[in-house]
C-alpha cells in the first residue's frame, strides 16, 4: 500500500518506555519515572517504534505509519505544528501522504496558565483547533479517528457534537470509558509499565502504556475501522 497512517498525540501516541521490554544495554530504568532523550539510543527508538500503536495498525492495514518526532508535547503544539508548514518544510511529507490520520487528545492543561473561566474557553478553542486540523484532512480523503486521555475533552459536549464519527472509546474487561485515564490508575488492567516493574523497584509511576496498552489501543481502533468499513 502507498497510502500510511499518521499518529499525532503525546507520549503515550510517541511510544514512551516501550524500549523497557527490550534487552538492549543501557536501559534507563530508574526508581520513578523520567525521560532523558539522551539515554535513549537509535536501537531503542527503533525498538519502540516497532511496538507503538500507530505501528501495529498500520501492520494490520499493510501499511506504514508516522507519528509526530517529538516526545510529548500539548494539544496546541501538536495541532499547530500540522496545521503550520512544519509538516512539509520539516518532516517533508504532504497531507495526502496519508489514507488514515489518529489524534490522541492529552492533558487539556497544558496549555493552561490562567483562571477557571480561560480553562473553559481552552478547551473549546482546543476542540475547535484540533477538528479544523480534522476537516483539513477530511476533506482530502483521509479518515480520522480520535481518542482522549481525559474525561475533560471527550465529555465536553462540543467534543461530542464535531467528533462524533471520530471518537473511539475505550473498553477493556467489559468496561466502556470515554478516555483511557481510568484504566491507568489500576494496575490490575496491566496496561501500564508501572504495572509490570513497579515490583521489581522501577517505574513505580510510569503510567505509559506497556505493550498490552499498546496492543489494546491498536485492536480498538482497528475494530472502528472493520465498523467503518475503511480500507486503505
Given at each position: 500500500m502507498s497510502k500510511g497512517v499518521l499518529g499525532l498525540g503525546c507520549?503515550?501516541?510517541w511510544g514512551e518506555g516501550l524500549y523497557y521490554y527490550s534487552d538492549l544495554e543501557s536501559l534507563p530504568f530508574s526508581e520513578n519515572h523520567?525521560?532523558?532523550?539522551?539515554k535513549v539510543t537509535p536501537?531503542?527508538?527503533?525498538?519502540?517504534?516497532?511496538?507503538?500503536?500507530t505501528n501495529l495498525v498500520a501492520d494490520y492495514l499493510n501499511t506504514w505509519c508516522?507519528?509526530?518526532?517529538?516526545?510529548g508535547g500539548t494539544i496546541q503544539s501538536i495541532t499547530e505544528e500540522y496545521m503550520g508548514n512544519d509538516f512539509s518544510n520539516r518532516d517533508k511529507f504532504?497531507?495526502?501522504d496519508f489514507k488514515l490520520m489518529i489524534f490522541q487528545f492529552?492533558?487539556?492543561?497544558?496549555?493552561?496558565?490562567?483562571s477557571d473561566g480561560d480553562k473553559k474557553s481552552l478547551i473549546l478553542s482546543q476542540i475547535n483547533m484540533v477538528d479544523s486540523l480534522c476537516s483539513k484532512f477530511e476533506k482530502i480523503g483521509v479518515k480520522?479517528?480520535?481518542f482522549s486521555w481525559f474525561d475533560d475533552i471527550s465529555t465536553h459536549p462540543l467534543y461530542i457534537e464535531k467528533f462524533k464519527d471520530r471518537?473511539?472509546?475505550i473498553e477493556l474487561d467489559n468496561i466502556v470509558k470515554p478516555s483511557f485515564d481510568f484504566f491507568l490508575r489500576d494496575d490490575m488492567f496491566n496496561i501500564t509499565i508501572q504495572s509490570d516493574f513497579a515490583k521489581k523497584g522501577f517505574q513505580k509511576n510510569d503510567l505509559h502504556f506497556n505493550k498490552k496498552g499498546h496492543k489494546l489501543i491498536s485492536n480498538l481502533i482497528i475494530k472502528k475501522l472493520e465498523q467503518d468499513n475503511f480500507k486503505i
Open positions: 507520549s503515550y501516541t523520567e525521560f532523558d532523550y539522551n536501537a531503542m527508538m527503533l525498538y519502540k517504534d516497532r511496538y507503538k500503536y508516522w507519528t509526530n518526532l517529538g516526545n504532504n497531507m495526502e492529552t492533558e487539556y492543561y497544558r496549555d493552561f496558565n490562567g480520522v479517528i480520535s471518537h473511539m472509546d
